[in-house]
């Protein structure tokens, strides 16, 4: 009934059983924490203190705090608000997308994708929140009624579709999440053997049992969500996109906007997927789980969206000639060329030219070099937001108002503030949670573990021994 | 009251799939099989039907497409209308973005919540699992024992047939 496929590289390697499967990934939540984990908790938790402050700062003296003045009125907070939500993207993706197109690759990895969905998108909430400058304030965005008569909120803004957006975004993730989680909590729930783990783990589980008619629901379910949250990623960024692209700025207005931010989106998001799950399978030896097969996979993902990119940029130049608008045209000569020109042919370096390293089979499969590239698209695709933002807002159509944008450490300190609070939350999940899905893991080990199984004779074994394990090695 | 159950353990997806088939044949009711995931084709043999949640998550998205749309309309339109950036009050293409994600929105939370509720799931410290090794690596069957119905030895021996590895009993108190 099964075979090892003579094209395809197995999922799983290392010849595991079902129990194996359990036994390596319940060992870091039932384990006690490893130094290394410390050391990095340590290390986030750095970060979340700076977080911390530079918040209170923003908040007591308020958002002259921060590098923006009359002509810069958006910088690092937008920048790092897309810069988060597009990190958040590939999660979705890897469980959403990749479930529809029946990837088999993606179970080994969605889990600790979507948490860094999950987490990213809180990192990304931060930025318009503190913008605000009075968080406390910021029901007002949702359409409450108010003391102000029937003033409702403006449903033709593209800030107002963010906070749809991002709200459902967020909710919806987080409900994929945790049903794919429910499965496992039981498992760790029936291997617990301190009461409060048990205890712990029986509440999140949800008295799970694993019955097939539950499993049956449990399938449909996962499928419609994805199903779903397919569209709703894509219209996300897309409704992210639009914060710019309906306005009048030179360099925002452009009608790519939306399909470029999408893969740019799924672009950084895988590699911010490839930074974690390098590290992860190191730290938790998780290297048969996530193999170089997953990590090539990902790769390929890399270059066709860095290569959309690329075309984008491309065609916002081309376009911007074309159009024959003298001010579109400035705008991006001004990026090239202009005081920013650092930041545009840092972005181009790091966006356009490294992913096509990958093209070479050998650098695809190195975990060294994509870890590097890997980082590398990170802080490309923050310079593409930086340059987006900044470039098009410091020069626009009164030259009078022209000016320079500085951050000052408070802008640095909220940003790396987040991702100390992103690490924070990460490394508390890779403790607490099963970072790679056991229940889907376990359901593709008989296609694709590099293992022949061999289906038993059944009717007529009433012999033990029979129906031991009988995996032979290849 | 207290049900009688016994439990044919398996450790294999395929000898399972076969099994259920022989013990339905044999005119066994069983009820319930517990995995430690989705067993494919189990649907079938088993006779599960079709689930349909899909339907939940299609009325779902229609009442949130309509409420989205309602809301909007009723808000700009007719509450306080006001024009915005010279568009006309009831401005239909920009009340796209709100209404499909609250389309999403709500197809998705009322399909969740009712396979919450039709599954059973809940924040709960009981745990119902028959045998606890189903969650780690076996394959379990639940064939309920009716007193002085149920042949013991006879279902012990057909379990055994089709490939059980342990046949062990267990009561629930209900």
Known sequence: ?474 | MNKKFVLGIYDDEDVLLTAIENMRAAGTKIYEVFSPYPVHGIDDVLGIKRSRLPIVAFLGGLTGMSFALWMQIWMLGFDWPMIIGGKPHIALPSFIPVTFELTVLFAAFSMVITFFIVTNIRPSLRVNVFDKRSTDDKFVMAIEVKEGVTDMSALNNLLRSTGAIEVNEKEVVK
Request: aromatic fraction near 16%; charged fraction near 10%; glycine fraction near 6%.
């Open chain 1, 1 to 474: 009934m099964q075979h090892v496929s003579p094209i395809r590289e197995p999922l799983v390697t290392g010849g595991k059983t079902y129990h194996d499967i359990t036994e390596d990934v319940c060992r870091q939540v039932e384990a006690k924490p490893n130094a290394r984990w410390a050391a990095a908790l340590a290390v986030a938790l750095v970060g979340l203190a700076i977080f911390i402050y530079s918040v209170y700062r923003t908040l007591f003296y308020g958002i002259g705090e921060w590098g923006l003045n009359k002509t810069v009125g958006w910088a690092w907070d937008i920048t790092n608000f897309v810069w988060w939500v597009g990190i958040g993207h590939a999660g979705t993706l890897i469980s959403a997308i990749l479930l529809l197109f029946r990837q088999k690759w993606r179970t080994s990895i969605n889990r600790a994708a979507e948490a860094m969905t999950i987490f990213a998108v809180i990192c990304a909430a931060m930025f318009p929140v503190l913008h605000m400058g009075r968080p406390w304030l910021a029901y007002w965005v949702l359409p409450l009624p108010n003391t102000f008569g029937s003033l409702w909120v403006n449903f033709n803004s593209p800030l107002l579709w963010d906070v749809f957006a991002i709200s459902t975004y967020f909710s919806v993730s987080l409900v994929f999440w945790y049903i794919g989680l429910i499965p496992d909590f039981a498992t760790i729930r029936d291997r617990a053997t301190g009461p409060i783990a048990r205890r712990a783990y029986a509440v999140l589980s949800m008295n799970w049992t694993g019955s097939a008619k539950a499993w049956s629901r449990y399938e449909t379910v996962s499928l419609i969500l994805a199903g779903v949250a397919t569209p709703l990623v894509l219209s996300v960024h897309t409704i992210v996109s639009m914060d710019f692209a309906t306005s009048v700025i030179p360099g925002w207005h452009t009608t790519i906007f939306p399909p470029y931010f999408v893969a740019g989106a799924i672009f950084s998001g895988f590699a911010m997927v490839l930074t974690l799950m390098i590290i992860t399978r190191k730290t938790f030896k998780l290297e048969d789980y996530i193999t170089l097969e997953h990590v090539e996979s990902m790769n390929k993902v890399i270059i066709l969206t860095g290569s959309i990119v690329g075309v984008a940029y491309t065609t916002e130049f081309f376009i911007a000639w074309y159009s024959q608008v003298e001010y579109e045209q400035y705008a991006f000569i001004n990026r090239a060329t202009g005081p920013y020109w650092w930041a545009y042919w840092s972005m181009m370096t790091c966006n356009v030219i490294t992913p096509q390293l990958f093209w070479f089979r050998k650098i695809r499969r190195s975990l060294t070099a994509t870890f590097i590239i890997s980082i590398f698209v990170n802080i490309g695709m923050w310079f593409e937001r930086f340059v987006i933002i900044v470039t098009s807002l410091h020069r626009d159509y009164l030259p009078s108002s022209w000016a320079m944008f500085y951050p000052s450490w408070v802008d640095v300190g909220v940003y790396v503030g987040t991702i100390g609070l992103f690490f924070t939350l990460f490394l508390l999940f890779a403790k607490f949670f099963p970072v790679v899905n056991m229940a889907e893991v376990k359901a593709i080990l008989k296609s694709s573990s590099g293992v022949v199984h061999t289906p038993h004779n059944t009717m007529h074994g009433t012999d033990k021994n029979l129906n031991t394990n009988t995996h032979h090695n290849e």
